[in-house]
């Protein structure tokens, strides 16, 4: 293995820790799963994709958090706009099998109201250069560190609330910063019948997890082959500037089922590799997925 993909997954690996720790889902889904036989241990579990928040000001935003994930190797791949949300997005492709695909977004900024607009420069105008720039990347440490700090102050409950109000996603991503918003089980892979997201998504309701059901709670893309499915994303104490304390949206898990494309629907199931399965992400998916850390649905626990 070469030193840069040791240190990549040094970086994922601490990005996953804290992740659990925030998410109690995600123990409690691995526990359900290996009690049904459906997987023997944790590690048995494909990771589909792992996704962060960004801001889309200057010296942070996909161009800032990217440049850690190109320097592993990581290749930008296709490119995502949801106008109401006002987001962009990127997925990224990892330099090696077995590694999880990345999906970057970035809130528009700039096409907020103009209050919304101050209260995040307020916080991130302070960042006068880029932080990722500051940092030797090939110090997993100083990568760990970088992920799970901030680089603005800590915000008001005051502004949290006043940006929820416009944006979900920009009170989300001001508060939880490059915490990681989600990981992906696929779920194509496990053994029958538990391989298709149906099939799935009723084992998990059995276990108790509530899922996001936002536009339905199988999101399936135009060409019938990329569903996806999410839970609602967990409470979590937050502690605001002047020591207010509040209960907001934290992190959710993520389910795909990636389905062989109709080229290769005569190949002998032992002979599907994932080149044979719909590929990236759909902007009509991922626009209801956003929505596992709203209110509405995370309110629903
Ligand atoms: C990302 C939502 C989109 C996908 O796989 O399309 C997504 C987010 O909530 O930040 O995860
Ligand atoms: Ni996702």
């Known amino acids: 293995m070469s030193s840069t993909t040791d240190t990549l997954e040094k970086v994922l690996s601490g990005l ?9 889902d995600v123990a409690a889904i691995i526990k ?3 009690k049904a036989g459906i997987i023997a241990r944790e590690q048995d579990i494909e990771n589909d994709h792992i ?8 010296h942070l935003g996909i161009a800032s958090l ?16 949801f106008k109401e949300k006002k987001l962009n997005a990127y997925w990224y492709a990892p330099p090696v099998a077995g590694l999880p695909r990345i999906f970057v977004s970035e809130l528009r900024v700039a096409d907020l109201s103009p209050q919304a607009r101050q209260i995040i420069h307020h916080y991130t105008d302070k960042v006068s250069s880029d932080p990722v720039d500051a940092i030797n990347l090939d110090d997993a440490v100083a990568v760990d560190h970088y992920l799970h700090s901030s680089s603005w102050e800590l915000p008001t409950l005051a502004d949290y609330e006043a940006m929820a109000a416009e944006s979900e996603y920009a009170a989300w991503a001001i508060y939880n910063r490059y915490y990681l ?6 779920v194509h892979n496990l053994p029958k019948p538990y391989d298709t997201l149906e099939v799935f998504n009723g084992f998990l309701e059995q276990n108790g997890i509530v899922l996001n059901d936002a536009g339905g709670k199988i999101k399936q893309s ?19 500037a002047g020591g207010d304390h509040k209960a907001i949206p934290g992190s959710y ?9 109709e080229a290769f629907r005569h190949l002998p199931a032992d002979q599907i590799t994932p080149a044979h399965r719909r590929e990236g992400f759909e902007a009509g998916n991922a626009d209801k997925i956003f929505e596992s850390t709203y209110l509405e649905q995370a309110g629903k626990r």
């Open 66 to 81: 990217e440049k850690i994930f190109l320097y592993y190797g990581y290749q930008k791949r296709d490119y995502y706009y």
């Open 253 to 261: 898990v993520e389910f795909a089922e990636r389905r062989v494309l």
């Open 222 to 240: 135009p060409d019938g082959n990329l569903l996806q499915s999410s839970t609602v994303a967990g409470m979590v104490d937050a502690e605001f």
């Open 181 to 186: 918003n989600h990981y992906t089980l696929s």
């Open 32 to 34: 359900a799963m290996i």
């Open 51 to 58: 996704a962060f928040r960004t801001l889309g000001v200057p």
């Open 16 to 24: 996953m820790q804290r992740y659990q720790q925030r998410v109690p």
